[in-house]
């Protein structure tokens, strides 16, 4: 990937969420060809994941939470670029870990990036503030209105705003980008879950698997990141960063197929089987009464999202960012799977 940021190429980067999915892969596109790249993981045991990439990366260990842990890594720091990627996607039991982390961190990491005069902020967010499109040939554009999907969509919505308000006092200079549904080197569990359950041909459709979703390949989205730092005019705009066109549900599992088979897996030959509508429609009522109750359970969540069209127009981002996405589904699921090999996991 060619740095569409000159003017920012070799400058110094914070990183938040590093060892995570997006920001392992920031990292390794930052690292070799930056001075300084200070990275915030959460625990010891992380800091291996991204400490090696580069001799450029430097560690600091804690919570986004942790005004302490903030001045660690904003400690040196001024005119640095601040990539903030953390964020919990998935919460373990509980919806108020979306609002400590996604609003209080968030509000932390501007905090910091506006005393330490940090020269921008990209800024993570995602698709769930906008909640499932009208109809199947629906898309997101950027002037979408908010229509937060639960705990994890009102996070993010919160999250958003206080970016964009501070962008627009003047506090900081930032961006921010949308970005769907991940796939890509360096997955984390739950993807790989996913893998083998299409694998064994146990990966439901629902209904007829004709509802569209926008993805975005981890490469596309450190792509656009990069370009919403070194391009002036993005201050204070928002963008859909995603792969150029959404995909069917079923489209993406046969894809799936055809991945592992060409990474030389064997491949199920039962069909996957299909699940009627109203059984996603009653996952999202649970889900609704469970969240209503601070309760959060990713099964049922997920269950009830695979209903649902989610797709984004990404054409202000080609037009003012120059935003090219154009590795194929197949190949970045290849790429998504290799990675998963190379470590040894079991599909």
């Known amino acids: 990937m060619t740095d569409p940021s000159p003017g920012a190429a070799g400058g110094p980067a914070i990183v938040t969420g590093a060892a ?4 392992q892969n920031l990292v390794r596109e930052l690292g070799p060809r930056r001075d300084r790249v200070r990275c915030l993981v959460r625990d010891e045991g992380e800091r291996p994941l991204v400490e090696v990439i580069a001799p450029s990366v430097e560690v600091v260990v ?28 998935h919460a373990a039991g509980r919806t108020r870990e979306f609002f400590d982390t996604n609003v209080g961190g968030t509000d932390l990491v501007l905090d910091r990036a506006r005393r330490t005069r940090a020269r921008r902020v990209v800024h993570v967010s995602s698709n ?3 909640g499932a499109n009208p109809s199947r040939d629906h898309r997101f554009t950027e002037d979408s209105p908010y229509n937060p999907y639960l705990a994890y969509g009102e996070s ?28 890509g080197p360096n997955q984390p569990p739950r993807q790989s879950r996913f893998f083998s359950a299409i694998r064994r041909g146990r990966f439901p ?35 859909w960063i995603a792969d150029a066109e959404p995909y069917e549900l079923r489209d993406v599992i046969a894809t799936v197929r055809a991945a592992l088979e060409a990474e ?4 199920s030959p039962r069909r996957p089987r299909r699940l009627p509508l109203p059984a996603a429609v009653l996952a999202a009522r649970a889900d609704a009464f469970l969240q209503a109750r ?36 197949l190949d970045g699921m290849r790429a998504s799977i290799r990675s998963c090999l190379d470590r040894g996991e079991q599909l």
Do not use: N
């Open 20 to 23: 995570g999915w997006l920001g």
């Open 62 to 89: 804690g919570d986004v939470r942790d005004p302490a842990a903030l001045d660690r890594l904003f400690d040196g720091a001024a005119s640095a670029t601040v990539f903030h990627a953390l964020g919990v996607v």
């Open 128 to 130: 769930s503030p906008f």
């Open 156 to 183: 993010k919505r919160q999250a958003e705003e206080l970016v964009l308000r501070a962008a627009e006092h003047g506090d900081v200079e930032a961006v921010v980008l949308r970005a769907p549904w991940f796939y």
């Open 205 to 239: 459709i629902v209904g007829d698997g004709t509802q569209r979703r926008s993805m975005v390949y981890t490469g596309h989205l450190v792509q656009g990141m990069l370009l919403a730092e070194g391009v002036p005019e993005a201050a204070g705009r928002a963008y």
């Open 264 to 267: 030389g897996l064997e491949v």
């Open 294 to 329: 601070g309760r959060y359970l990713q099964a049922v969540h997920v269950l009830g999202e695979l209903k649902d069209t989610i797709a984004c127009d990404v054409s202000r981002a080609r037009e003012e960012l120059g935003f090219d996405p154009s590795t194929s589904l």
